[in-house]
Structure formats: structure tokens, C-alpha cells
């Protein structure tokens, strides 16, 4: 198991586990793809496995020139590199090369060959995915969770988000990098993918995504507020959730004789960005601001499904107010969760004609922090940190 130790305030480390997954999928396949946002630490982690075994790894970083250059004849460098794993960042870079890897892997005709490291998903690199189906796998890095972070404050956490840099920095520095970030992923990342929205419409988009955090996705709303064409916001709204900074939460499909709201919800993923973008600078500036239920249905709910990967995800909402924030199935299994921002919740009588509708065999009710009870058999309230390491 990995243990990449990150210096916090000093004193303090974090430990992240994915080695034993990295090595497992290496061993299986020709090809791992470590796929995750900007800065989230993937790099950090690949020099980490490398560093342990330094003669057995080539590594390459596409941002640098130098290394980039060593790509200009594919072929050979591939060929060249022996029987050495190949490690190769930011591969979104330099998608053209997936059908030279994908010749070479084939020749070679073993597992263990190629390792890249991308700030897009298998749907932004489809070329990759399509020409080296079969012979790639695929993991997601995300920001630090809150599980990963067992000795700090869900507070400070909520507040900074779980990018390495912006959460071990302290509060004015963190504000500062989500701010930068945010600029530079537009310029650099955003404008390159696509020239219909300038970066300003694309601030602005970003922006109302924050503000709209858990709504239902009112696509006309969003349209006539920024000027922009419907085709054009979903195109955008698709690469957003490609490159990792926005979820979509679909509706939960059940057979009932009831008006089932359609559309989606949508969560900017790390909370430390949702803040920045509302200019939200500590915990008492979320406490105050009318969208707090929000943020914190957001920030539990992304902590959740990044805890509980094999789990299919959605929500229940009837036009009659029936309403559970996030419903987790897998197979016959159905459970509720409701997140509620505060240590004291109320609950309405949507929310149990909810579970009944869905059929859910247990129900939790998410609160920041207090102590755990039941209100009812298979209805608990519990804080997230506590959640976070049940075994669903």
C-alpha cells in the first residue's frame, strides 16, 4: 500500500492509498491511465512508485519541452525504452500517439507497459479509448476527501477544498491559489478545447454552475441569463464534466404513477472551488450565505460517491415535493441518503413519502457534525466523517 506522505502544517501527513490499485491494474493490463483534475496530485503520486523503483521506469512530462520533444518520432522512442514501463503526464497533450502505443503495445504482447497520467476523461480522449479498448484501464485520482484527512477539521477541509495546494496552505493563501486556478484552467485548459465562449463567458458559466449548486438543471434559465445558445452551454457543460470540475447527478428511474423530475442536477465537485467562485473566504462567510444547504449537500455528496465507487448514483424528486438528495443502488439494494446542514435536522413529509417511494432498505441522514441516532428502524442521522466509514 502506497503511503505518499504529504507534509501538513509541518507536523501532520496525509496518506493516500492508491499504489496497491496502480500496481494491480499494471499487473492486469498493458496500459493504466491515472486520470484526475489539475493538480490534484497525480504527478506527485506517479514520482512516488517511480522513485521506489527508479530502473525499471522512463518518465515524461509533456509540459516540458524537452520531454515533449522526445516524442517527435514515437516509434522509436517506444522501442527504445526496452522493457522499461513508460510513464507518460498530461498525455491529453499528445492524444495522436494512442495508435503508435497501441501497435507497440500489441508486438510487446505483455502487461506492465505504459503508465499516462491525464487531466481529461476516457470520453475527452476518445480517440485514446476507442483505438486502445481492450488493452487500457482506467483509475480516477480526485483531490483530497475528508476520509483521507482523518486528524483535520471538516471546516477547514469545506472551506479550502481538497486540492493538495490550496488545502495544506493557510486560508488567505488557499483563497488565493483556488483563485489563479480557476484563471489558469480556463486559459490554458478550457479556450484550447473549444473557441465559442471567451474566457470571460466561461468565468461566468463556471460561476452560475456554483450558484445553481444541487438545483435542478434549468438549461433555458441558464441560457437567457448568460446570452449563450442552449447547444453551446451542454457542449460546454459536457467538457466541464470531463475535465473533472463539474458532476452530473441523473434522476433516479423508478415505476410509479408519479411526475418524476427529468432533468439532472449539477455539483461543482471540490468545495474549496465552489467557495472562491461565490468569493466565500472562510466558514462564517459559507454559514451566512443563502446557498450554505447547498454547498454542504455538495461537498457530502462528492465525498460519498468518491467513497463509494461501485454504487450507482442519483436522485428522487417528484413535481408533488417527494425528495431525497442522493440515491445509492447496486443490484436489489437501495439506500437513502439526505444531506442536511445542520446538527439539529427537520425532515418533511417529502422526504418520507421519498424513501417509501424508492423502496429504500436503509436511510441516512447526513449532518456536519453530533453525535449518531435513529429516528426511525433504518433511518439514522449521522455526521459525514462518521458515514464515511460505514461499509454500505
Known sequence: MLRLLINLHGNDMIDRNLESEIM?????????????????????????????????????????????????DPELFFISAGEKIVCIDEIQLRPDIFPVIRSIVDEKNCNAQIFLLG?????????????????????????????????????????????PRSFLSDEETSYIWRQNFIRTFIERDLITLGTKLTSMQLQRLLTMCAHLQGQIFNISKISESLGISRSVINNWLDILIQTFMIRRLEPFEVNLKKRLVKSPKLYVRDSGLVNSLLELRNFQHILSHPGFGNIWEGYAIENILIANPNWNSSFYRTSQGAEIDLVLSSGSRIIAVECKATVAPKLTKGFWTAIEDIGAQSTWVIIPEGRRYSIRENVHVISLKEFLSEKL
Not at 496530485?41 to 506517479?46: E, H, I, M, Q
Not at 485520482?141 to 477544498?161: M, R, S
Request: net charge negative; aromatic share 8%.
Open 24 to 72: 494491480k491494474y499494471l499487473s492486469i493490463s498493458p496500459i493504466t491511465a491515472l486520470l484526475g483534475p489539475r493538480q490534484c496530485g497525480k504527478s506527485t503520486l506517479a514520482r512516488k512508485i517511480i522513485t521506489d523503483h527508479p530502473d525499471a521506469w522512463i518518465y515524461l512530462d509533456l509540459e516540458r519541452p524537452s520531454d515533449l520533444r522526445q516524442l517527435d
Open 119 to 163: 487531466s481529461a476523461s476516457p470520453q475527452l480522449l476518445k480517440q485514446g479509448s476507442e483505438s486502445l479498448a481492450g488493452r487500457i484501464m482506467f483509475l480516477e485520482l480526485t483531490p483530497f476527501t475528508l476520509n483521507e484527512i482523518p486528524n483535520a477539521e471538516y471546516q477547514d477541509h469545506l472551506v479550502k477544498g481538497g486540492f
